[in-house]
Each structure stands twice: as C-alpha cells, then as structure tokens.
C-alpha cells in the first residue's frame, strides 16, 4: 500500500477514535514514530526493582490461586493427538485430583485442528463464550513464524472460530514490521479480528503476539504494542514460546504501560498475556506484582490478565501441597504435561 491510501481494509473504532479521519499509513507512521523512546536501563531498573517485593504469607495462597486460575494450559507440538488433549483438557478441570479446591484454569491452548477435540473434551466446563468456565484459545496465522498470505491466515482463523474456540492467538507479520511496513501489519490485524466474528454476530477475543524476542528494541516493542491495539486487539501477548527469548520482566512491564497509557486515554481494558519461560511460581509471583503495581489488581482477572507457561501449573501445586501439609510430595505428585 502507499502512504496515501487508507490503512484499514475495515474500519477499526480505535484507530478512528485516536487518529481522527485521517486513517493513513502517514498518520499511522507519525503517530508510531512520535511515541517517546524507552529509557532501557530505567526500565529494567524498574523490573528489577519490582522483582525484589515480597508478598505476605498470608498473601501467598491467594497469589498461587491466581497464578492458576490465569493459566492457559498450553500443547503446541507436531506430535499432538486427540488423547494429548483430552488429558491437558482433564488436568485443566482438576489441576489436582488429591486437592479438589485448587482452581481450574483459564483456557487450553491447542493449534486449530485440535480445537473440536478440546470442546467435546471440556464438555460443561467449556465457557462457549461466556466469562465463566474454561476457554478454548487456538493458535492461528500461520502459527509460529506468521509467514504466510493473508487469505490463508483468514481460513486459519474461521477454521478455528468454527470449531468452538473461543480466543484466537495471532502472530504479527515481524518481517514487514521491521521493515516499517506498518499499515500491512495493521490491516492484517484488522482484518483477523473480523474472521473472528461467529455466525450469530459476537467475536472470539484475539491475542496479538508481538514475538518480542525478534523485535530487537523496546521502542519497537512499544510500537508493535500500540499498534496491535489500535487495530482491535483484545489482548497483547510477548511470544510464541518458540523463540528465546520469550517473556521477560522488562518486556512485560513495557507492554503494560502501554496497557495503562491507552486505559487512562480512552479509559478500555486491555489484557496481557507473557508467555514462555516462566515456571516457577516464584517467577510468577513477580509478574503479579509488576501488573498490580502498573495496571492494579483489578488486572488480575483471567479476562485481562494470562500466563502463557503450562509447566508452571506444576511449580504452582508443589507449592499449594507445601502450604497445605508442611512438606512436598515426591515428583510424581504433579502429572508430566
């Protein structure tokens, strides 16, 4: 596209909202160039120094019953089958079998073709929509690396829309990114977004993954950010756990400025979800932190807030069993994901 044309293939309120009528790739450019530069060292300063609180004792239970119940179990392998699921899908229902008040988590996070598998899994636990019971998110456009055209990336989605997922997570384009191409990457978003709409007229939430280990600056991570807003993301998320590295703390507090700038501008929610890397509940506890004290706690919801880190549901219930009885249990407490 030139820099003349408009930037949407369909009208995204955001951008209108910020932009005004002037919906171009000029605009778009000037407004993502104009944002201020990351001060780096003040900002992992900053993520260092969140790092080090602490949280009450009394604290902690709730902080380890949140870390799970803001869980996406997650299965994205080659060699997934219908029987991996349907056991991911029972362990995200009862993450504990010996302890049945430990929560259930979030979602289940599974590429397209496995999604009709983990609905008729979940059966009455799956949310079909709603704000309660347990999320089906996929994995769609072109699923790690993004590379592919755009009309593939559409059929992947409304594959997946069509077979019960409830959330899609999307990969942007990094390649035309980097390269400035920011009006294809926002078109792209925009036009995802409407392969999420259903039959009946509601839309599955998108997740836009930046895959922030391939950005190379946090001023792109800041672009990319406001970017994937602007153009209807639902939530904005670090990586796809294939690249390293994946979510850090840093990262994760930059995004959630972002989060914060546009709630205080326009005064909507929007969720974050770091993803890859994180799998202790030690680890865990110090993003908890970072969004309270950046975002506040009412961001600590699985409708805003997510972990993308199956193997920390694990870490999380050794620590749970601790709290419970004084002491772990041996390694074959947890089940193996």
Known sequence: MTIDHPVALAPADRAVRLLGGDLTEKA?????EGLSGVD???????????ATRSIKTTSKAWALDTIIRTCDLTTLEGADTPGKVRSLVAKAITPDPSDLSAPQVAAVCVYGDMVGYAVEALG???????????????VATA??????????????????????????????????????????????????KEACRRADGSYAHLK????????????????????????????????????SPAATLPVTLLMLEVI??????TGEQIGMKPAG????????????????????????????????????????LLQRQKMTTGHYSGPDYVTVD
């Open 143 to 192: 699923f790690p690396s993004g590379r592919a055209s755009l009309d593939i990336k559409l059929a992947d989605t409304a594959d997946a829309v069509r077979a019960g997922a409830d959330e899609i997570d999307m990969v942007i384009d990094r390649g035309a990114f980097l390269s400035g191409r920011y009006g294809l990457v926002f078109d792209q978003i925009v036009a995802v």
């Open 124 to 138: 009455g636990h799956h949310a079909a929509g709603g704000d309660t019971g347990i999320q089906v998110a996929a």
């Open 277 to 316: 890397g994180i799998r202790t509940s030690k680890d865990a506890v110090r993003y908890l932190v970072t969004v309270a004290e950046t975002v506040g706690e009412q961001w600590l919801t699985p409708q805003l807030w997510r972990f993308g880190a199956s193997s920390l549901v694990n870490d999380v």
């Open 40 to 50: 780096a060292i003040g900002l992992e300063a900053r993520a260092a120094s969140l």
């Open 260 to 265: 914060r700038d546009w709630h205080r501008l």
């Open 28 to 32: 778009l450019r000037l407004h993502l």
């Open 208 to 243: 836009v993954i930046l895959e922030t280990g391939e950005l190379q600056t946090y001023d792109n991570v800041r672009r990319a950010s406001w970017l994937s807003i602007l153009a209807g993301a639902d939530f904005i998320k670090t990586s796809t756990g294939k690249v």
